[in-house]
């Protein structure tokens, strides 16, 4: 399959700071989803480019740990492979607003699921929960 037939991905964060998560509230929807965005794999490193996604788009640094959770949705744009990893803050740092968002917040997750939750966003958290909860050991 050549390049210019693959899916887009779109790689996402989960971060989860004293049982909050961090989510983002897309402009042109509304949705909230886990921040991070479309990246192009081969041409960068998955953890780097998040990495960067998610300090530009919500002024947090984060350290990329493993895959979490892997899927395909459908968007308005047409279908997207989604690829969620845990992460971990690097510091506290004020949260901060990109083009992309028009609100970050730290969000319960026991308040979850919202009703405007982006597809695959809860999937991948509760992914992320139940792999820190299993000892972190590797996905299978």
């Known amino acids: 399959m050549t390049a210019r037939h693959r899916m887009p991905t779109q790689l996402t964060a989960v971060v989860v700071r004293n049982g909050k ?4 509230r ?28 998610v300090r530009a788009s919500t002024g947090q640094a984060v350290v990329v740990g493993p895959e979490v959770y892997d899927t395909q949705v459908t ?4 279908p997207v492979q989604l690829i969620a ?20 917040a ?13 597809a695959g966003s809860e999937d991948a958290l509760r992914a992320w929960l139940a792999h ?3 000892g972190g050991a590797a996905p299978s």
């Open 132 to 134: 820190r909860e299993s």
């Open 21 to 24: 998560v961090l989510l983002a």
């Open 26 to 53: 897309r402009v042109h929807d509304q949705q909230w989803e886990l921040p991070g965005g479309t990246a192009d794999l081969d041409a960068t490193d998955g953890a780097v480019e998040l990495s960067r996604l």
């Open 75 to 78: 968007t308005d744009d047409g």
């Open 85 to 104: 990893f845990g992460c971990h803050l690097e510091g506290r740092l004020p949260l901060q607003i990109s083009e992309r968002y028009r609100q970050v």
């Open 106 to 118: 730290w969000l319960p997750v026991d308040e979850l699921p919202l009703p405007n939750l982006a």
